[in-house]
T-cell receptor, first 113, second 111 residues
Framework: DGGITQSPKYLFRKEGQNVTLSCEQN?????MYWYRQDPGQGLRLIYY???????QKGDIAEGYSVSREKKESFPLTVTSAQKNPTAFYLC????????????FGPGTRLTVL | GQQVMQIPQYQHVQEGEDFTTYCNSS?????IQWYKQRPGGHPVFLIQ?????EVKKQKRLTFQFGEAKKNSSLHITATQTTDVGTYFC???????????FGTGTRLQVTL
C-alpha cells in the first residue's frame, strides 16, 4: 500500500528540547517537502528536497533542520531555536516534475509545553 | 515574495446552496493546483490548471483560471455536507517543484 507516513500523530515536548519528526514515503518520489500549519492558517514551506543529499530552505526555515540521506526519508528536526514550535507539521512528496501534484502525509501535531 | 490570497476566509452555507472561493495573486500565476483539507485531515489534491482561461469540471466542482493568469476560482454547485473543509489554491512557481499555498477558504455546510 503506497503512501506517506508520519509518526507520531501527536507529540509533546518540553521547551528547550530538540525533537525530530519522521516522514517516510514508498511512492518512489524524488521531491519531498515539510510544511507548517497553524490553526486557521494556510501551509507555509519549511524545507524541501528535490533529490537525495540535497535540500533547500523554504519560507520559514529558521529554527528547523532536515536531512535527505535516503530517497524514502526526509526527517525534520525542530530545534530549541524555533520560537513558536507548537503547530501541525505536514510532510509531502511529489514525483518532482513540474506539473505533478503533492501527496501529503497525515501530519504530526507538535505541542511544546 | 509572492502572495496568494483567497477570499472569503470563511463561508457558511445551507446544503444545496452554491459556493465560490477566489484565489488572487500579486504576481502572474504559473500553474494553479487546488487542494481540499477536511477538518483534522491533510490536504488532498483536486485538480491542476495550466492554461490561461482554462475551465475544468469535476462533477459539482468547476475550476477556472483567469485570462490574465492572476486569479483562479473554485465553484461548487448545490453543496453537500461532504463538501465541508478548507479549500486551498497553490501556485507552482519558478524552476523548483515547490508550491506557494493560498490562505485558504473554510467552508461549513449545514442541513
Amino acid at each position: 500500500d503506497g503512501g506517506i507516513t508520519q509518526s507520531p500523530k501527536y507529540l509533546f515536548r518540553k521547551e528547550g528540547q530538540n525533537v525530530t519528526l519522521s516522514c517516510e514515503q514508498n511512492l518512489n518520489h524524488d521531491a519531498m517537502y515539510w510544511y507548517r500549519q497553524d490553526p486557521g492558517q494556510g501551509l507555509r514551506l519549511i524545507y524541501y528536497s528535490q533529490i537525495v543529499n540535497d535540500f533547500q530552505k523554504g519560507d520559514i526555515a529558521e529554527g528547523y533542520s532536515v536531512s535527505r540521506e535516503k530517497k524514502e526519508s526526509f526527517p525534520l528536526t525542530v530545534t530549541s531555536a524555533q520560537k513558536n514550535p507548537t503547530a501541525f507539521y505536514l510532510c509531502a512528496s511529489s514525483a518532482g516534475a513540474r506539473y505533478n501534484e503533492q501527496f501529503f502525509g497525515p501530519g504530526t501535531r507538535l505541542t511544546v509545553l | 515574495g509572492q502572495q496568494v490570497m483567497q477570499i472569503p476566509q470563511y463561508q457558511h452555507v445551507q446544503e444545496g446552496e452554491d459556493f465560490t472561493t477566489y484565489c488572487n495573486s500579486s504576481t502572474t500565476l504559473s500553474n494553479i493546483q487546488w487542494y481540499k483539507q477536511r477538518p483534522g485531515g491533510h490536504p488532498v489534491f483536486l485538480i491542476q490548471l495550466v492554461k490561461s482561461g482554462e475551465v475544468k469540471k469535476q462533477k459539482r466542482l468547476t475550476f477556472q483560471f483567469g485570462e490574465a493568469k492572476k486569479n483562479s476560482s473554485l465553484h461548487i454547485t448545490a453543496t453537500q455536507t461532504t463538501d465541508v473543509g478548507t479549500y486551498f489554491c497553490a501556485d507552482r512557481t519558478g524552476t523548483a517543484s515547490k508550491l506557494t499555498f493560498g490562505t485558504g477558504t473554510r467552508l461549513q455546510v449545514t442541513l
